[in-house]
């Protein structure tokens, strides 16, 4: 078949639909089991996963082709069921290369998954929370029973077989209070390549026609925010806490994938994280069965778009449906963000969060505006300082001596007394705290 589209689009395929060995209490992808009801069918059928496959590398015009693949868990189909994946993209690759990305809880990973995973070059994200008692909070099993030690020992594994990976952390209620204790967890026992994911979550007063709870921003019946979600204010402070210690010790060492995006917008490119663009609609989710969706966070009824036994893929992602769900994120964007200082990092961020009200009334504000829009007005100095070093080509590494500068600078001329509190805010008194080595 020829190349339908000479825009790159990417799928994040749930082979396994949402079925997953652990029941963490704040996710959203679990109960899309009632949108499918027949529960023998989960695992994505052979003819099926074959068209996705070839259509997937045939009707795109780029010599790079990524597939991702996520769930539910997908390690729970086995590990020959991706054998026989990429044997497949073997078949139908034409001289394009195969990337392939895998998101994992880590729980069933052990030496036949890190042989695979080594030998075929995935890259490997493992879903984490940051130290056990933050993570175990909400990642637990179907017995209710924690999770932290099981998914350590998969990274353990991972590291054994020296296979690429990174940790993605989601950002809720309670880790959110320990940024620092969160990201030196990470940075001393993960990969060095981190990712933070808000838990953002409605819950209606009632199930919806489609048997969910957790609803979609243009959900008008009452609902509220759920007791895991994390709060705008709280989630600004947890990222700002990070990014000062990163921005003084671990530049070019450990990488953020937020810090590394918000330094492309400064450098006036696109970002390559779909949420921060002015449109978005490239990003689509497909569904074990081939149902595709417009987003992997928009898996409703109304966003379907299709079926790839019935239409072609291609087709499907470039239709003027997904086109305008793509440009809607622009369109529908509010006033207040369009006069927004920070708009130009934002872009009002992700439409699945564009539930709240603006100061003047109008809908559709992103419900972690504050916490946005702290985090991109306090890193602008140091994103400011890293863009000038790469136009100058040197190493934006260099921000952590500007910054320890500019910080013994601020000392001096905002200096309190020794019986003060510090003005780092750490509560202790000036002469034991900063003071103690200035």
């Known amino acids: 078949m020829a190349t339908i589209g000479t825009t790159p689009f990417h799928v994040l395929t749930k082979p396994v639909g949402p079925i997953c060995n652990l029941d963490c209490k704040y996710c959203f992808y679990l109960e899309k089991e009632v949108l499918y009801p027949d529960t023998s069918k989960w695992a994505m059928p052979a003819d099926v996963l074959e068209s ?122 309670k880790n959110s209070y320990n940024p620092l204790d969160v990201y030196r967890f990470l940075r001393e026992n993960g990969s060095g390549h981190v990712q933070f994911i808000p838990i953002v979550e409605r819950v209606s007063a009632q199930t919806t026609q489609d048997g969910m709870t957790l609803v979609s921003p243009s959900f008008s019946a009452p609902a509220k925010v759920s007791g895991w979600s994390v709060e705008p204010a709280q989630f600004g402070r947890f990222l700002c806490a990070i990014f000062d210690e990163w921005v003084r010790n671990d530049v070019g060492k450990t990488f953020v994938q937020l810090f590394e995006v918000s330094l492309e917008m400064w450098l006036g490119m696109e970002a390559s994280l779909c949420v921060f663009r002015k449109t978005c609609g490239s990003a689509m989710a497909i569904e074990h069965n081939g149902d595709l969706y417009s987003c992997d966070h928009f898996v409703y009824p109304e966003h379907r778009l299709g079926n790839i036994m019935e239409a072609p893929l291609g087709e ?52 972690l505006c504050a916490g946005y829009k702290k985090f991109f007005t306090h890193i602008d100095p140091y994103m400011q300082f890293m863009a000038a070093q790469l136009r100058q080509q040197r190493a934006p590494a260099n921000v952590m001596e500007w910054a320890r500068i500019r910080d013994a600078e601020f000392l001096q001329s905002a200096r309190p007394g020794r019986n003060d509190s510090c003005t780092c805010g750490s509560g202790k008194k000036f002469k034991r705290c900063c003071g103690a080595s200035a």
């Open 52 to 173: 996705y496959i070839r259509q997937y590398i045939e009707q795109q015009d780029t010599d790079v082709i990524h597939f991702g693949w996520q769930g539910g868990e997908p390690t729970l189909l086995g590990v020959d069921f991706f054998r026989n994946i990429v044997a497949l993209q073997t078949k139908y690759a034409n001289g394009k290369q195969i990337e392939n990305a895998f998101q994992t809880n880590g729980v069933l990973l052990n030496d036949a998954w890190g042989e695979f995973f080594s030998e075929q070059n995935f890259l490997v994200g493992v879903s984490i929370d940051g130290p056990r008692e933050l993570h175990d909070a909400y990642r637990v099993d179907k017995g209710g029973q924690p999770t932290f030690d099981r998914v350590m020992r998969g990274i353990a594994v991972l590291k054994k077989h020296a296979v690429s990976f990174n940790t993605l952390t989601t950002v809720h209620r």
């Open 316 to 367: 499907m992602a470039m239709s003027p449906r997904q086109v305008k769900f793509g440009q809607d994120k622009n369109d529908t964007l509010p006033k207040y963000c369009r006069q927004c200082e920070v708009r130009f990092a934002c872009n009002g961020e992700c439409p699945k969060h564009r539930f709240a009200t603006a100061p003047d009334g109008e809908a559709g504000l992103n419900y």
